[in-house]
């Protein structure tokens, strides 16, 4: 909920990634968003990549493998040319007209948190859904849920709905079939900080937590809505 953990915890993506100077905003009680440039080097690493750089990180995350007809910068921006160069990859490869999406649409990460459980990240070139639900057997656990969207076709029929992939706590979200191993490894790296997160929750003598007064306000206001329903009198079958 947060976008700052970035550079400790996703160093390889910093490069290419705007974490701490990304935007949040609330809205009701049980809906917020932050949005992160993608494109743009973080702020920490503030002048050691030339625009040249950040695309070829972006691109495949390793120049070393990059071809001499790798995508170039030229007179523009790194974040320009990964929005043409996605536009026209994403639109052939989902035959999708892409022509009228902005280049914020094209590349950054748009997250949206729907109180309870539910995170949806609209944007093109990352269009996926978190989910996460009790295990009903165990409330230090729970069942967390990625699922991974595409455009509607412009013609042609919809594509029928994927069959889940089960994975055990063991496994690395890189096993999944058909999982990029970058974006897997992102995600592998986030749930083992969940397992740290709970130990130290339980571990702490200090009653709560201390949140960042900006970014940290998905938190603070996901857990108010928390404490709301927390404080609500029970409800009573036919009342």
Request: aromatic share 10%; net charge negative; charged share 25%.
């Amino acid at each position: 909920m947060e976008a700052y953990h970035v550079i400790e915890t996703h160093p390889q993506v910093a490069p290419s990634n705007a974490d701490a100077n990304s935007q949040y905003d609330v809205y009701g009680d049980h809906v917020n968003r932050f949005i992160s440039c993608l494109g743009v080097a973080s702020p920490h690493l503030e002048g050691r990549f030339s625009e040249q750089d950040i695309l070829d990180q972006f691109t495949v995350g390793d120049a070393s493998v990059l071809s001499e007809d790798r995508p170039q910068v030229g007179d523009g921006t790194a974040r320009q040319a990964m929005a043409d160069l996605f536009r026209t990859m994403f639109g052939a490869a989902t035959g999708s007209d892409l022509s009228a999406t902005s280049d914020s649409e094209m590349l950054d990460c748009f997250s949206y948190t729907l109180f309870p459980n539910t995170y949806l990240f609209p944007g093109v070139s990352l269009p996926m859904v978190y989910r996460f639900r009790p295990d009903p057997k165990d409330h230090r656990r729970c069942i967390y849920e990625v699922f991974f969207l595409r455009p509607v076709p412009s013609d042609g029929p919809r594509p029928e709905p994927a069959e889940p992939i089960l994975l055990t706590d063991e496994q690395s979200f890189c096993e999944a079939p058909g999982m990029d191993a970058r974006f897997g490894k992102i995600l592998d790296q986030d749930t083992d900080n969940l397992f740290l997160q709970q130990e130290g929750i339980e571990a702490s003598a200090k009653r709560g937590l201390t949140l960042g007064n900006y970014q940290e306000i998905r938190i603070r206001h996901f857990e108010q809505a928390v404490d709301r329903y927390v404080a609500m009198p029970p409800l009573r079958p036919g009342r």
